[in-house]
């Protein structure tokens, strides 16, 4: 592994490839109902995505509840299930060591909707409107 992936640069192809698998295992146990659990069984859970350590043993699994309410509630009972869930994800990857399993919210869905709202603001229009009448251009100025 080179010492970019070491220290936080970009993912190797390995690292990409077992975030993929992970996400899929994961996606499958939440949409299956494997758990019994009341917040979880009436929440629809997405997983957007997966983030591995460079050594695969840490896996973050960003999760969203389907409307991004509840998110508190649904972290919680995903995190007391961190041990089922864990080896439910290694039997399914097949590997050597079973990757533990930590659980954030996704605000990837947030931070979009904020830079939309904020390009579509008056400011920001005004800013990128085609230039005006009152506007001059270099070629409009006498010496």
């Known amino acids: 592994m080179s010492r970019s992936h070491q220290k936080g640069g970009e993912p190797s192809q390995r690292m990409l490839r077992v975030a993929e698998l992970v996400r899929h295992a994961m996606s499958e146990l939440l949409t299956r109902g494997a ?43 995903l995190d007391k299930h961190r041990k089922f869930l864990r080896g439910e994800v290694a039997r399914k990857i097949n590997m050597k060591f079973a990757p533990d399993v930590r659980f ?27 230039d005006g009448p009152d506007e001059t251009t270099d070629t409009d100025k006498t010496p």
Not at 40 to 64: E, F, G, N, Q, W
Not at 107 to 126: G, H
């Open 35 to 77: 758990l019994n659990d009341p917040v979880l069984d009436t929440h629809v859970v997405t997983v957007p995505r997966v983030r591995m350590s460079p050594d695969l043993k840490l896996a973050t699994v960003y999760i969203m509840p389907l409307g991004g309410g509840d998110c508190a509630p649904v972290l919680t009972a």
């Open 104 to 130: 954030r919210i996704d605000e990837t869905f947030a931070n979009a909707a904020k830079i939309d709202q904020l390009l579509n603001s008056p400011q920001v229009r005004r800013d990128t409107a085609e």
